[in-house]
């Protein structure tokens, strides 16, 4: 699994349809899920990004947490984190796991990350779903969290 975590001081994510979410200062996380991953995984790293210290402190030292400082999250499904681009001019994407165990692995990691934080701290995009993401990337702070080495 792979969460590309950036700190935000405002996200929105709008689809087509007119599905709309959005959040104020916290983090937003693209995810992606790969074909061995787990649901262990996704408890895993739903803890790690609860638990991410890249909000300053009053030294302006990245020690705070999303749940230090009260902040929010959305969270994004991204199979195009498990893009392999070694060869040719077109992604792979043989290690992204399928859209159906893809799925349930995200809604674990949703619920786990919402079990953390607190369920009105947890926003999301809609699986499967072209979708457009404003957000106002703050620092700019953008890491890059996996569940296996």
């Known amino acids: ?27 937003l996380i693209f995810f992606g899920v790969g074909k061995d991953d787990t649901k262990d995984d996704a408890h895993a790293l739903a803890q790690r990004c609860a638990a991410l210290r890249c909000f300053q402190d009053h030294e302006g030292k ?26 040719g001019n077109r992604p792979g994407y043989t290690d992204a796991a399928d859209p159906e165990k893809a799925e349930d692995l995200y809604d674990t990691f949703v619920t786990a990350l919402r079990t953390a934080l607190a369920p009105l701290k947890v926003a999301t995009g809609v699986f499967r779903a072209e979708m457009s993401v404003e957000l106002v990337n703050q620092g700019p702070v953008t890491l890059l969290l996996e569940s296996k080495k």
């Open 62 to 87: 990245m020690n705070l947490s999303v749940r230090d400082v009260s902040g929010e999250v959305m969270v994004v499904s991204q199979f195009t984190l498990y893009a392999d681009t070694r060869k």
């Open 1 to 27: 699994m792979r969460a590309l975590i950036q700190r935000v001081s405002r996200c929105t994510v709008s689809t087509a349809e007119g599905n709309r979410s959005n959040i104020g200062a916290g983090l």
